[in-house]
């Protein structure tokens, strides 16, 4: 009877510190839906047990026709003590839930426990949001929406989640669905101030290619990020897509929001103006029109999955791996993306590959354990999950993403205007490029792109570029 008491005591426990928290768990519906309950349950369960225990030990003495045993004398010092350790002993036992309770609450609420205690099905994003900016934001801070309703509906998921997870039948990969839909700005919002101007933006790209000497590459660009409201700045720029005066919608063709053939922007004066993919024959009113946010262009800002070309250009340019070593880029690029099944047979084929190409087991051994380290932060063949299931929609070179609006074949309805900002210097400047000496060459009026000598066209850097070896 203490424990299923507990139980009910810990349940109503829970839903009161959740109701007075400042901050909301969605898990806590774990415990206070699951946990205590089942402790409920268990106590209910010996009560019976020891009714029924007691029941039959009573019925054999009716027959032994013994005298009855139950008898409580507080007047009997040996009653009295029993009592005594009784209630003391109930209420140490409430106590020691009241802790438990509260501190299994603050544990569903940590980082480690969304990534780590839910090991498979979040193992990715854990990983990913490890080296992003975000690294220090918990989980539940994105992931639970504004609102009563959005609070409760990420509940109940909780509960559900717990179930898949012990099933085993949850989706590989995981995206965002109707059921858990992605954050909405309002969420980015409560850090993050749309109006702020942020003017340009300068950022070198450091890569290596795939040549013989892992010849150093690097574009230094200044991005006119800008503004989206003119009371702090000029408007213009990339982030003049906020929403704040103009609006801008879209309709999208696939879940993952690649194929955008259709866009609406709004002016402040209510001048509205659509663009529209000439190849495009479907029937418009038949899709979702979605308003553009933070994510159509940050899509990863917390689960950033590095392509392999990246994550061996990031260990190269930091000297975890050694750049005078021959080919190294383009046979660690190649080790990295074969197709494995599971994380072992990926660590053995890593070995495998590395060791054929270099012979000397030092140097091998070196480039095989960096190797596998890439591959674990960044290749999770448990759940389906790598750089070609989650695109990040911030740039153009490996997937579309500002190109899926900007690709110069999007035109208004009179036919004359395609939507602005579509040659190479209306998004960035480029500062300065190539080898190293080359770098040192800032010109301030941008230059043109010197793209080593590979020809390129203009809007199709994808068809070269797929984040693995280029083609
Ligand atoms: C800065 C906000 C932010 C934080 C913090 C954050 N996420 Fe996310 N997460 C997002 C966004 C945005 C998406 C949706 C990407 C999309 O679908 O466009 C997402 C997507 C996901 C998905 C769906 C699969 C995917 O990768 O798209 C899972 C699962 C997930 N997050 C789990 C987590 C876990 C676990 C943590 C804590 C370790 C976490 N998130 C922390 C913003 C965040
Ligand atoms: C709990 C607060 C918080 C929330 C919620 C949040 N952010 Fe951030 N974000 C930060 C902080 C803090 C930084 C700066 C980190 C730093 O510079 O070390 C940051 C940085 C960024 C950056 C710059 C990243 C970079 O690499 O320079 C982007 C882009 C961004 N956030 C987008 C988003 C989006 C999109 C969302 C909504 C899904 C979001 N943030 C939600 C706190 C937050
Ligand atoms: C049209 C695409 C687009 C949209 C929409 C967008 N951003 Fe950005 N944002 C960018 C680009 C491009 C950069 C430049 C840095 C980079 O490439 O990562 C940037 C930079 C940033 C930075 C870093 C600024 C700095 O000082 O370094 C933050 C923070 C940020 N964005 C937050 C947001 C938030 C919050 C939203 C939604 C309210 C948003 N962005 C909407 C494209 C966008
Ligand atoms: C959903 C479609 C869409 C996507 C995706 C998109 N844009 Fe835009 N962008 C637009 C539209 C529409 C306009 C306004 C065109 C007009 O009215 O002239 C615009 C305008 C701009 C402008 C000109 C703003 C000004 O000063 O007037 C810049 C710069 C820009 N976008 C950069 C970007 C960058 C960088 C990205 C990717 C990070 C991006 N856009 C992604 C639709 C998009
Ligand atoms: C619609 C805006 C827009 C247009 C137009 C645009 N870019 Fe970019 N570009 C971006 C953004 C945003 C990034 C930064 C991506 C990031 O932060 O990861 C970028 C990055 C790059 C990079 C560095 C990529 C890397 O990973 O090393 C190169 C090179 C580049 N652009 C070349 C070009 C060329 C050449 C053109 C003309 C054909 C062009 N861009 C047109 C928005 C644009
Ligand atoms: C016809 C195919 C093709 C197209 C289109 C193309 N590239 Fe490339 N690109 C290549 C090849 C091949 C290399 C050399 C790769 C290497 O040696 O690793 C390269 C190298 C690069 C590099 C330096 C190396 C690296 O690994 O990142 C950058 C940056 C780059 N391209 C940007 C772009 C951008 C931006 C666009 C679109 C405007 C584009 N490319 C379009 C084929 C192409």
């Excluded at 005591?9 to 969605?26: C, E, S, T, V, Y």
């Amino acid at each position: 009877m203490v424990l299923a008491g507990s139980g009910v005591f810990a349940f109503f426990l829970l839903i009161a510190i959740d109701q007075f928290a400042g901050h909301r768990n969605p898990y806590v519906g774990i415990l206070a839906y699951t946990v205590a309950p089942f402790f409920v349950v268990v106590g209910i369960f010996f009560t019976l047990l020891g009714a029924l225990i007691r029941w039959r030990t009573r019925r054999r003495a009716v027959e032994a026709a013994e005298p009855l045993a139950l008898k409580i004398d507080l007047s009997r010092p040996r009653d009295r003590r029993i009592l005594t350790l009784f209630v003391l002993g109930s209420v140490g036992f409430l106590f020691l839930t009241a802790v438990g309770s509260y501190q299994t609450y603050q544990v569903t609420e940590s980082v480690q426990f969304c990534g780590k205690a839910c090991h498979l099905p979040m193992e990715p994003q854990f990983v990913a949001a490890q080296h992003t900016a975000h690294a220090k934001v918990e989980c539940v801070a994105c992931h639970v929406g504004p609102g009563a309703a959005a609070y409760f509906k990420t509940k109940l998921n909780g509960t559900k989640q717990l179930y898949h997870t012990i099933a085993g039948d949850f989706d590989r990969p995981i995206y965002m669905s109707a059921a858990n839909p992605r954050p909405v700005q309002a969420i980015c919002e409560q850090c993050h101030w749309p109006q702020r101007y942020v003017g340009n933006v300068d950022r070198t790209f450091q890569h290596f290619l795939s040549d013989e000497k892992n010849t150093p590459f690097a574009v230094r660009l200044l991005l006119n990020v800008g503004g989206g409201d003119p009371s702090n700045g000029p408007e213009g720029g990339i982030h003049f897509h906020m929403n704040i005066a103009n609006k801008i919608e879209y309709i999208a063709t696939d879940d993952l929001r690649m194929n955008i053939p259709w866009v609406r922007s709004t002016n402040p004066q209510g001048v509205v103006t659509e663009y529209r993919d000439p190849d495009f024959k479907g029937d418009v009113a038949k899709y979702e029109i979605h308003r553009m946010d933070c994510m159509d262009c940050h899509s990863r800002p917390a689960h950033k999955i590095h392509t392999p070309n990246d994550a061996v250009d990031l260990a190269l340019m930091t000297n975890r791996l050694d750049a005078s070593i021959p080919w190294v880029k383009a046979k660690v690029v190649a080790a990295l993306t074969q197709p494995y099944k599971t994380r072992t047979e990926a660590e053995q084929g890593i070995t495998t590959a590395l060791r054929k190409d270099y012979p000397d087991p030092a140097q091998a051994n070196q480039i095989i354990q960096v190797t596998q380290s890439i591959y674990r932060e960044n290749f999770f063949p448990e759940t389906k999950t790598d750089w070609r299931t989650h695109p990040d929609f911030v740039g153009h070179k490996t997937w579309n993403g500002c190109f899926r609006c900007h690709d110069g074949k999007h035109v208004a309805a009179d036919g004359k205007m395609s939507i602005k900002a579509s040659d190479c210097r209306s998004c960035h400047l480029i500062l300065a490029q190539g080898n190293p000496e080359g770098m040192k060459q800032v010109n301030a009026q941008g230059l043109d792109f010197v793209h080593i000598d590979a020809p390129y066209s203009e809007f199709s850097c994808t068809d070269c570029h797929t984040g693995g070896t280029q083609k």
